[in-house]
């Protein structure tokens, strides 16, 4: 008789920001693939491949720019992946041992604004989707969309991933033989695969759009790896992670590319998806948005779920929360409303600003994925006294000041170089013609500041305060445990 315990009771996942025992850790490696393949494979990826066509670039360069960033900045998502199984934690959580336990809410602020934001996007364009096909009121679906992704939300992990691989076989047929109505039926204006055609503005948007976008899922990631078993290697996971992502946002913002192309400035994602798929047979637009839809149900529950881990462990740098069933429900209950507001009262603006939105994330987390990475791959090699992330007077602190100082100085060195369309241009940007080239300033910057500033930390002291807590990390794990 096994006695494996699972993470479930009556159904519902009872874990949060607690570590996860070895005796609950299950699910196989491959898993990863369709879950972030699927993620990414949904119509509001298709919006982040408009930037180039929109900022005046040619279709080639567009798409030579978007398979260039998702390459970049998928490489820091996955390597994050690969922190779930090692640490048995979800991945915000684990900014404490670099930022402290009170100190970490700075990042923490800016991830759950970020859940927030795609989630009023996507129940938007999902609510668009669904009004456009079955009628009935885009308010009315937006309301649907977000009670259907709490649920699943609240059911927790194992839902999340075997509804992502359901959507994943569906999705390869459906937008299959959509990829192939585009590539057969749309013709583009000329010049659009011109060579020639190369401008900086445009190709460093796109490049950075899509790098950013792929970024943003750092903040994720450790979320869906951390009930695996911690003998999964390294590179296996970030494998998973990187070619399941990739493929799914270089897929769905090449067809953004694509149709922002065809339709110039008639471009609607919603009626260009429809007036394409149709051009396939009578009918088929509406089949790809329903489909549509329930992919971006999927994406939003995992944006609840992600939200309530934050939620939750920015609460407990204040008080210390007892992770449990009631809490996963209040905060994914609040996460909910608090999207479900911001969908209702949002304008068409927000929609149009989007792209603005993904750079301002792109800014945000570019030093922090720095100094994450930087603090387990380098500084402490993926060691942690995990026990001790749970005190507010363990080894880490309430302030990481070598984060924190890191963070900021990143942070300020890319502001010259920020250049977001009627927002802000600095001045490093004017000069380069409004081409935006932050990220590769932020992120060496972050990361070598942090890298110089741990170099007095004991790391040896904390592998052996590990190690002496170990038994004790288990028992504790299994006492959380609601009976």
């Known amino acids: 008789m096994s006695t494996r315990s699972e993470p479930q009771v009556r159904g519902l996942e009872i874990r949060s920001i607690d570590y996860v025992p070895l005796d609950e850790r299950h699910g196989k490696l491959w898993h990863l693939g369709p879950l972030w393949f699927m993620s990414n494979a949904q119509i509001a990826t298709l919006a982040v491949g408009l930037i180039g066509i929109t900022e005046g670039g040619n279709l080639l360069w567009s798409l030579i720019a978007i398979v260039a960033g998702t390459v970049v900045g998928t490489f820091f998502m996955a390597f994050h992946s690969a922190q779930g199984p090692q640490l048995g934690l979800p991945q915000m959580i684990q900014s404490r041992p670099q930022f402290g336990y ?283 006294a995990i026990a001790e992330i749970f005190d507010p007077h363990g080894v880490y602190g309430r302030w990481g000041r070598h984060g924190i100082i890191a963070y900021l100085v990143g942070f300020a060195v890319m502001v010259p170089f920020f250049s977001v369309d009627k927002l802000y241009v600095g001045p490093a940007a004017s000069a380069l013609g409004g081409a935006d080239i932050s990220l590769f300033v932020g992120l060496p910057v972050a990361a070598l500041l942090y890298w110089l500033l741990t170099r007095s930390i004991d790391v040896a002291a904390e592998r052996r305060l590990a190690e002496t807590e170990a038994e004790e990390l288990q028992r504790a794990a299994h006492e959380h445990r609601e009976p």
Not at 216 to 240: C, M, N
Not at 349 to 369: A, E, G, R
Request: hydrophobic residues 55%.
């Open 102 to 384: 009170v100190g970490a809410l700075l990042v923490w602020l800016f991830a759950y604004v970020q859940y927030a934001g795609f989630n009023v996007f996507n129940t938007i364009l999902a609510g668009d989707a669904l009004h456009t096909t079955v009628h009935g009121g885009v308010k009315l679906w937006v309301v649907v969309v977000t009670v259907l992704a709490l649920v699943i939300a609240l059911v927790g992990y194992d839902i999340i991933h075997r509804a992502e691989r359901v959507l994943t076989y569906t999705f390869l047929v459906v937008f299959g033989v959509f990829t192939v109505g585009v590539l057969v039926h749309l013709h583009y204006p000329p010049g659009s695969f011109d060579l020639g055609g190369f401008k900086w503005t445009p190709f460093l948007a796109q490049f950075g759009v899509a790098a950013g976008y792929q970024i943003s899922w750092a903040i994720y990631v450790s979320d869906y790896s951390r009930y695996l078993p911690p003998d999964v290697t390294v590179r296996k996971t970030f494998y998973w992670t990187y070619f399941g992502s990739a493929l799914g946002g270089i897929w769905l913002m090449v067809l953004g590319a694509l149709l922002a192309a065809w339709a110039g400035k008639d471009f609607d994602a919603i009626r260009s998806i429809r007036a394409a798929g149709d051009k396939v047979f009578s009918g088929f637009g509406a089949v790809v948005l329903l489909f549509a839809a329930l992919g971006l149900v999927s994406v939003t529950a995992l944006n609840m779920y992600g939200g309530s881990l934050t939620l939750i462990s920015a609460v407990d740098s204040f008080k210390k929360v007892r992770p449990t069933l009631a809490v996963r429900l209040v905060t994914i209950g609040f996460t909910a409303a608090l999207s479900l507001v911001g969908a209702l009262a949002a304008t068409s603006h927000f929609l149009q600003d989007f792209n603005s939105f993904l750079l301002l994330v792109l800014y945000l987390f570019i030093p922090w994925t720095a100094v994450n990475l930087m603090d387990y791959y380098v500084v402490r090699r993926g060691h942690y």
